[in-house]
């Protein structure tokens, strides 16, 4: 039955993809709004994916915050790069500059408002992510990082990377920690099994704060499903 499911994911998903992807500059063509919007349909048909084909469901914990917010969240795969963006409103996302030179993807990216992220750190490239980030403080959106910097597998808690505490310091916003513990039935490179997956909103962090204790309690808080035996 996994194998099955994996099967018709691949299929349905991807194969419908490709011109969901083809059709995104019509999209644009009306705007960032419509963009927008067509990225969160496109978020929802994965999540109807994920839970009919897959047999994957979501169970939300926690306060809901209100207004914009910095939402840092565990990273453990790519379901919950698109699911959050359908929970919590379509986001600005910050994501790694890499992702931006896939034809196609890459321009609508920077039309929905994506904040990226240079590894290079030049003094242009700080520059352009000092100017980018202040833009997304005023849209009124919320932003979110995966503040790990990528995947990792369930019950590993490596520390936050450098730039989280730069981007708290720019935004100047509440950050929300999301904690996740969706690796376990969507393990890299392995078979997608059928279960629920947790994601557990923490309480809002006000900003401000050293840099240390700002790091140390979203640590805390996103990895708390690691270290919650119920889970």
Same mark, same amino acid.
């Given at each position: 039955m996994t *194998?099955?499911?994996?099967v018709a994911f691949v299929l349905v998903f991807y194969g419908l993809t490709v011109p969901i992807? /083809? *059709?995104?500059p019509l999209?644009?063509? *009306?705007?960032?709004?419509?963009?927008?919007a067509y990225a969160v349909g496109w978020a929802r048909f994965h999540r109807w994916c994920v839970r009919w084909l897959l047999g994957i469901r979501t169970r939300y914990e926690g306060p809901r915050p209100e207004g914009q917010v910095f939402y840092a969240a565990k990273h453990q795969s790519m379901f919950e790069t698109l699911d959050l963006i359908?929970?919590?409103?379509?986001p600005v996302v910050i994501m790694r500059r890499e992702f931006a030179r896939i034809p196609i993807w890459g321009w609508a990216t920077q039309v929905y408002g994506?904040?990226?992220v240079d590894r290079a750190a030049s003094a242009t490239a700080l520059r352009t992510l000092m100017r980018e980030t202040r833009a997304a403080r005023e849209t009124g959106r919320s932003v979110i990082l995966f503040p790990e910097g990528t995947r990792v597998k369930p019950g590993?808690?490596?520390? /936050?990377?450098?730039?989280?505490?730069?981007l708290y310091k720019m935004l100047d916003l509440p950050v929300v920690p999301i904690a996740t513990d969706v690796g376990r039935l969507w393990p890299k490179g392995g078979w997608k099994r059928a279960g629920v997956a947790t994601f557990r909103f923490g309480e809002p962090i006000a900003p401000? /704060?050293?840099?240390?204790?700002i790091e140390a309690r979203v640590h805390a808080a996103i990895n708390a499903l690691e270290r919650d035996p119920a889970y």
């Open positions: *194998f099955l499911r994996n992807v /083809l *059709f995104v999209s644009a063509f *009306f705007g960032q709004r419509a963009l927008i359908v929970e919590i409103e379509s994506i904040i990226l590993e808690t490596p520390p /936050l990377k450098s730039g989280f505490a730069g401000g /704060l050293p840099r240390a204790e």
